[in-house]
């Protein structure tokens, strides 16, 4: 299971910090990845990150987002500097680094001063 | 980047009927890299296909995946009440930005 968390409201020019806690199973192994769904919106791909620290990210946010790994609490963390309203959106982790599955519950995030 | 359309955007039905969803992508997906998500109100989605045509685990055998190159299409043979829901495909055949397609609402007729 994997479960999102942070704060809901972010100010714009800010950083938005998640972080993905997975329960049942290992980090180990394998792809853990982060994926946004504005409302009302489809699915945007974010970024992967592999166990031992390897990471993917989507060219449109490269310059913005830092997903980082922390074995030992088996969790991992989205950071996305310098948000706009745009980046407001629903938050999902997920396990797997083309498909995915399975997926948190999601988090929203706003961007609002 | 490869751009995923995908058509109908909304798709009326009645249950027990055939759902036929396509998604065409602007240039071929690599090994047919292809996947297709079901989504419900309020929550996250799920994987149904992987590999164009491959259900994943636990996925009932009314769905089922075809396709390759640029053309893929997801079938729903005979629609049931829980089917009704949003549907996207995904392409992760290169590494770049792994795009999701713009999604079909199949809603109740």
């Known amino acids: 299971q994997l479960q999102e968390s942070g704060p809901g409201l972010v100010k714009p020019s800010e950083t938005l910090s998640l972080t993905c806690t997975v329960s049942g199973g290992s980090l180990s192994g394998t792809y853990w990845s982060w994926i946004r769904q504005p409302p009302g919106k489809a699915l945007e791909y974010i970024g992967f990150i592999f166990y031992s620290g390897s990471t993917n990210y989507n060219p449109s946010l490269k310059s913005r987002v830092t997903i980082s790994v922390d074995t030992s609490k088996n969790q991992f963390s989205l950071k996305l500097t310098s948000v706009t309203a745009a980046d407001t959106a629903v938050y999902y982790c997920?396990?797997?680094?083309?498909?995915?599955?399975?997926w948190g519950q999601g988090t929203l995030v706003t961007v609002s001063s | 980047e490869i751009v995923l359309t995908q058509s109908p955007g909304t798709l009326s039905l009645s249950p027990g009927e055939r759902a036929t969803l396509s998604c065409r992508a602007s240039?071929?997906?690599?090994?047919?890299?292809l996947a297709w998500y079901q989504q419900k109100p309020g929550q996250a989605p799920r994987l149904l296909i992987y590999a164009a045509s491959s259900r994943a685990t636990g996925i009932p055998d009314r769905f089922s995946g075809s396709g390759s190159g640029t053309d893929f299409t997801l079938t729903i043979s005979r629609l049931e009440p829980e089917d009704f829901a949003v549907y996207y495909c995904q392409q992760y055949g290169t590494s770049l930005g792994f795009p999701f397609g713009g999604g079909t609402k199949v809603e109740v007729k």
């Open positions: 240039q071929s997906v690599t090994r047919n890299y």
């Open positions: 997920a396990r797997g680094g083309g498909t995915f599955d399975p």
